[in-house]
C-alpha cells in the first residue's frame, strides 16, 4: 500500500504560479500521477511522471504546469509547477500511484491509477 500525502494548494490570482508537492511512501511506486476535480465535475488527468523521469501532460495544461519528481530512498516526492494559473485551473489536486495491472504508459483514465491522496485545494481568482 502506498501513502500520499498532498501539500501546497491555495487562493492565488490569475496568472500566478504555484507548486503542489506529493510525499509518497510505503510499497514502491513506479508511474505517479496528478489528477483534478472541481465542483460538479469529474476528476481529470493533468500529468504524469514514470520513475525515469518521463512524462505526459492533458492538453489543457501543456506549456504552463510542469512535473517533476524526487526519488529519494524512503519517500518519493512528487511536484507539479503550476505557471499561468487560469480560474478554470480552480480544483481539488489529487496525487495517486499506478495501479498495477491496470495502468499503462499514456493513459490519462483514473482507473489506471491506484493509491490516491487526501487532495490540495487551488483556487484561482480573475
Known amino acids: 500500500q502506498v501513502q500520499l500525502v498532498e501539500s501546497g494548494g491555495g487562493l492565488v490570482q490569475a496568472g500566478d504560479s504555484l507548486r503542489l508537492s506529493c510525499a509518497a511512501s510505503?510499497?514502491?511506486?513506479?508511474?505517479m500521477g496528478w489528477f483534478r476535480q472541481a465542483p460538479e465535475k469529474e476528476r481529470e488527468f493533468v500529468a504524469a511522471i514514470a520513475w525515469s523521469g518521463t512524462t505526459y501532460y492533458a492538453d489543457s495544461v501543456k506549456g504552463r504546469f510542469t512535473i517533476s519528481r524526487d526519488n529519494a530512498k524512503n519517500t518519493v516526492t512528487v511536484y507539479l509547477q503550476m505557471n499561468s494559473l487560469k480560474p478554470e485551473d480552480t480544483a481539488l489536486y489529487y496525487c495517486?500511484?499506478?495501479?498495477?495491472?491496470?495502468?499503462?504508459?499514456?493513459?490519462?483514465?483514473?482507473?489506471?491509477?491506484?493509491?490516491w491522496g487526501q487532495g490540495t485545494q487551488v483556487t484561482v481568482s480573475s
Open positions: 495517486a500511484s499506478e495501479r498495477p495491472g491496470r495502468y499503462y504508459w499514456g493513459s490519462q483514465s483514473v482507473t489506471g491509477f491506484g493509491s
Open positions: 510505503g510499497r514502491t511506486v513506479g508511474t
